[in-house]
């Protein structure tokens, strides 16, 4: 399977401040890169897809300048949350993607405590 | 509107104890349904891809199969080592390749 590396795996902040979640696709070129949230006993729900060199896609009720996306290459994305509040406390994972391959790979993810 | 639903929600087996979870999935277009296998505080790995009704995929003790309408994960004389949170998922509309999930089934094996 593909190498995805997530970091950092658990991250507490106060509450207003921001913090960068970086993913990186450490084998192939990630084309496309999909940001992923998961609340507790909740499934992954897609939050943003972004495309490298463009702008991303925010899912609805996914506020686009609370959840900077930043995707310049092909092996490395960020997620900023700006501004965190405790109800932005939650499982954060990333899944780079290709057009030719068919499986999904994701990152550790990122376990963010908002205090 | 597309939609996974896993049942049950929770599955405690003794070691040894075989047993099926399911995966119902109502989708336009099914351009793979995908399982995956989850830890806690980890991220999704990847187990298999099923594209067509009739197909089956095994990987040691685990079994997927695949109908027009669900799918079964079949686990066999499982370990406490398969204990973990087992994840369905459908591939999005065509030209997106993002995944919608199920809610997982967290599975318990005893000793």
């Known amino acids: 399977g593909a190498v995805v590396s997530q970091h950092p795996s658990w991250v507490i902040c106060k509450s207003g401040t921001s913090v960068k979640i970086e993913c990186r696709s450490l084998?192939?070129?990630?084309?496309?890169m999909f940001w992923y949230r998961q609340f507790p006993k909740q499934s992954l729900m897609l939050m943003a897809t972004s495309n490298e060199g463009s702008k991303a896609t925010y899912e609805q009720g996914v506020e686009k300048d609370k959840f900077l996306i930043n995707h310049a290459s092909l092996t490395l994305s960020t997620l900023t949350v700006t501004s965190a509040h405790p109800e932005d406390s939650s499982f954060y994972i990333c899944s780079p993607s290709q057009a030719l391959r068919t499986e999904a790979f994701f990152g550790q993810g990122t376990r963010l405590t908002v205090v | 509107e597309d939609q996974v639903t896993q049942s049950p929600e929770a599955l405690r087996l003794q070691e040894g104890e075989s047993s099926s979870l399911n995966c119902s999935y109502t989708?336009?277009?099914?351009?793979?349904l995908f399982w995956y296998r989850q830890d806690p505080g980890k991220g999704p790995e990847f187990l298999f891809t099923l594209y067509s009704a009739g197909e089956e995929k095994e990987k040691e003790r685990l079994k997927a199969t695949l109908t027009k309408k669900e799918s079964f994960l079949h686990i066999t004389a499982p370990k406490p080592e398969d204990s973990a949170t087992y994840l369905c998922a459908v591939k999005g509309p065509t030209g997106a390749n993002n995944l919608f999930f199920g809610t997982g089934t967290r599975l318990t094996v005893i000793p």
């Open positions: 989708v336009s277009g099914l351009r793979g």
């Open positions: 084998d192939f070129q990630a084309t496309t």
